[in-house]
């Protein structure tokens, strides 16, 4: 019988939940906005890369003078410049429309601006100045240097690939980094999206005068159990959709979010790491979870209750006023308090996770404070929700509630005068 009522709870939670409007509204808004972003991105790159070939290789008439010597009348040739008398014969053709535009070389271009001139055709068709003519210069330097293997050296177009140890083992780098902040990252949506519906889970029970029946066929114990279930069976749904927009993307632009066009190094996937990071994720969301679960078995409404939801979420952004810290020198009293400490430990161990500064030692307390304060508070919210199920207008006496302990029955409501 108290598997069957858990279930009921559990499946009215979820379907309640999923079949609200508002929840698609604020679940689907985060996928589309990486969509509509992750379009403009690749929308401008492609602009940005066909305007700079386009201005590279554009076509207008040009004067220029070169006081360094580097430019010889063929490299000019290639790009239809060609050769001013004088800076201010230049600047004279630019003003009177007989040049588009006038390059003046200095006698050191490596240490002093080489001057462009041209008519103005709009801001952001002027850049096709500047590109030129760093385009001549590049192309006689070129020359200069006869060998293409040395044009290349000196531009500094080079490829480095660098490799780190950790004693005999080698470090993945930034590689290694990225997947395990994954969980970081899908901490912070669940908690935001959802907070609101853990601590109105047990709220709007007791607004609608419900709890008294409810409590007459399901234990206390079956019901909270019942809601946090659901809670996480909601954030598995959103956490799916979430990377439905990465999954979309990787199928039908293979090429554009490749770790090549991203300038991301290759990724490595720490099994040790990985699997810290996913029972850190699962035991912070149920800390919270039952936490707020709790507040809302205390407060009498949604609005007194919503001033502490906002205490709850300031510490889950608390460890990145110190994230400098948290990254550059871990073993700091602070990161350690951060670490340990029940409300702040999911983030800070998380980004510490993340960087290879969280032991397996640290990692296994972490996870056993969470996993244990989540089920400290689980007993929490069941223990208020059954005292306080009927104090609509007032908001439970936390000390009185777990005082009074799961053997005494809550306080009668008061009775009601004959009509």
């Known amino acids: 019988m108290a598997q069957h009522n858990l279930g009921t709870v559990l499946s009215f939670e979820f379907v309640r939940t999923v079949t609200k409007r508002r929840f698609w509204i604020g679940t689907l808004s985060v996928p589309l906005v990486l969509a509509v972003v992750f379009g403009l991105v690749f929308l401008s790159n492609t602009t940005t890369d066909t305007a700079a070939e386009a201005q590279k290789s554009a076509q207008f008439s040009i004067a220029y003078t070169d006081a360094s010597g580097l430019i010889t009348a063929a490299d000019a040739a290639i790009f239809g410049a060609t050769a001013a008398d004088s800076p201010d014969a230049g600047i004279r053709a630019v003003q009177s429309g007989a040049v588009d535009a006038y390059f003046d070389y200095p006698a050191r271009p490596e240490s002093t601006a080489v001057r462009a001139y ?54 993945g780098g930034l590689g290694s980094v990225i ?19 853990m601590l109105n889970s047990t709220l709007e029970e007791k607004e609608n ?48 979010l490749s770790l090549a066009a991203l300038n991301l190094p290759p990724l490595i996937l720490d099994p040790v790491r990985m699997t810290v990071g996913l029972l850190i994720l699962a035991g912070g969301f149920a800390l919270f979870t039952t936490t707020l679960v709790a507040i809302g078995a205390v407060m009498p409404t949604a609005k007194e209750a919503g001033n502490f939801m906002g205490a709850m979420m300031a510490l889950i952004f608390v460890p990145f006023y110190a994230v400098a810290l948290v990254v550059s020198d871990p073993q700091s009293p602070i990161v350690q308090i951060f670490t340990f400490f029940p409300f702040s430990a999911p983030v800070t161990a998380l980004l510490r996770n993340g960087f290879g500064s969280l032991s397996l030692l640290e990692a296994g307390i972490v996870i056993v404070i969470l996993y244990l304060g989540a089920a400290v508070m689980l007993r929490v919210a069941v223990r208020l929700f059954q005292y306080g199920s009927i104090s609509y207008t007032s908001k439970v006496n936390v000390r009185t509630a777990l005082r009074a302990g799961s053997r005494h029955r809550p306080p009668a409501r008061p009775p009601t005068a004959a009509r």
Do not use: H
Request: proline share 5%; no cysteine.
């Open 209 to 256: 005068r419900v709890t008294e029946m409810i409590l007459t066929t399901l234990k206390p114990t079956t019901l909270i159990a019942g809601k946090v279930i659901a809670l996480f069976a909601i954030g598995l749904v959103q956490m799916l959709v979430f990377l439905s927009p990465i999954v979309i993307a990787r199928l039908f632009f293979p090429e554009e």
């Open 179 to 197: 997947p395990p902040l994954i969980f970081l990252v899908v901490f912070y949506g669940l908690i935001v999206l959802l907070a609101g519906q």
């Open 118 to 171: 041209g008519v103005d055709k709009g801001i952001f068709e002027n850049g096709k100045y500047a590109a030129v003519a760093q385009a001549i210069l590049a192309r006689a330097v070129e020359q200069k240097i006869g060998a293409p293997q040395l044009s290349v050296l000196a531009n500094g177009k080079l490829q480095i690939e660098t490799v780190t140890y950790s004693g005999a083992k080698e470090s």
